[in-house]
């Protein structure tokens, strides 16, 4: 009896637990997106910043005033 019993809440846990998980994947796929979204934001900000920094370098190695 003692065996049937910890089988039957071994069984019960491994039931809660899947459940917890399938109940947990949509917000697991929703994470997943927003994670996509917020690191190609961070990407395109990123890229703006290295082409700001280029120009500013281009800029000031050609139209550099000459000191005397």
């Known amino acids: 009896m003692k065996a049937f019993l910890v089988g039957l809440i071994f069984i019960i846990a491994v039931l809660l637990l899947s459940g917890i998980g399938f109940l947990l994947l949509p ?6 997106l927003l994670m996509r ?3 190609s934001i961070i990407f395109v900000i ?3 910043w290295f ?3 280029f120009i500013i370098f281009v800029f000031e190695l ?3 005033r000459k000191e005397a």
């Open 27 to 32: 917000f697991i796929f929703v994470l997943g």
């Open 37 to 39: 979204i917020l690191l």
């Open 46 to 48: 990123l890229c703006i």
């Open 51 to 53: 082409l700001g920094r």
């Open 62 to 64: 050609f139209f550099k």
